[in-house]
């Protein structure tokens, strides 16, 4: 289990390169999706940043496109995964200074976030 606390978890975020935080990326656990706020804003969990930015990273934003349970293997389509259920099969968890652990979903590496926000854009762009 990899462990951050909150000012190294938002270095580590800050380290991914994306203009923008709605660009900010992880990798869901289950289905290996690289998703960022920008895909659950699409798939209708929110409206902006703000009213997402719960479920980044805690929630595949398959939840809200009714894809379906977890595969037995990682295939890049998203799921329906939460960290808040029964089983906790996450590989990451932020310490906050009271040294409560969260899960969250691991970080994509800068390349994986700045290819997801170049193609989130450029399929927006082609829509």
């Not at 805690?58 to 496109?65: D, E, L």
């Not at 906790?88 to 994986?112: C, I, M, N, W, Y």
Request: charged share 25%; with cysteine.
């Amino acid at each position: 289990m990899k462990t951050l606390t909150i000012p190294e978890y938002h270095a580590e975020l800050k380290a991914q390169g994306v203009e923008d935080r709605a660009d900010l990326a992880m990798i869901c656990p289950m289905c290996g999706t690289v998703q960022s706020a920008r895909d659950l804003i699409a798939a209708g969990a929110g409206l902006d940043f703000e009213s997402v930015e719960r479920f980044l990273g805690f929630s595949c934003f398959g939840r809200w496109t009714k894809a379906g349970a977890p595969r037995k293997e990682p295939d890049g389509k998203p799921c329906n995964w939460t960290l808040g259920g029964l089983f906790s099969l996450h590989k990451l968890e932020v310490v906050d200074e009271s040294g409560t652990k969260h899960p969250r979903f691991e970080l994509a590496t800068p390349e994986q976030a700045q290819g997801h926000a170049r193609a989130f854009a450029e399929n927006v762009g082609a829509a």
